[in-house]
């Protein structure tokens, strides 16, 4: 019996892992992955592709807690920002939020916070409203970048892990 257990949640594994999309391997994206009007420079020390002309802003950024009814009207509204979805009880989220922490000191970014667990919604509520923008989202911390109300990109903090050069 116990050896019946041990191959199914190695075949568990196997499947979860096989299941995940790998189409977007936003690991090896380069600025030529970037919107088409994006230009980009080859930097002939390191051979590696940069943005042309971008000047980072060091001025702090911040974290803003919002609503999920704020964030939807945000959306509604065409804007463009970064929505990260947390709960309180979350061991990662508070490991992105360490390394927000010491980022956001020189990353003038703003990040706009829904805490799932202050909503006055079930979870599966909440889940319903998230899938309806953001199909991606299964977990927490989930965060995406929305530009001028669609869905541009998503942070696959459990593949990629959470580490600065990610956010960065």
């Known amino acids: 019996m116990k050896i019946y257990k041990g191959v199914l949640i190695i075949v568990c594994c196997f499947l979860l892992l096989g299941c995940q999309d790998n189409s977007n391997n936003r690991a090896n994206r380069t600025p030529t992955d970037l919107d088409s009007d994006t230009e980009v420079e080859t930097n002939e020390k390191t051979d590696k592709k940069e943005i042309a002309d971008y000047k980072r802003d060091t001025n702090p950024g911040e974290v803003i807690n919002i609503t999920m009814n704020q964030m939807e009207e945000m959306i509604e509204k065409k804007e463009t920002f970064v929505v990260s979805f947390v709960t309180t009880y979350c061991m990662y989220c508070r490991q992105l939020h ?65 580490t600065e050069s990610v956010i960065d």
């Open 98 to 162: 360490s390394i927000l922490d010491e980022y956001l000191k020189t990353h003038h970014v703003v990040i706009y916070q829904v805490v799932l667990d202050n909503e006055d919604r079930t979870e599966q509520e909440n889940l319903e409203i998230i899938h309806k923008y953001f199909e991606e989202f299964y977990s927490t911390p989930g965060v995406f970048y929305v530009k001028k109300g669609a869905k541009k990109s998503y942070l696959n903090t459990y593949t990629l892990g959470i």
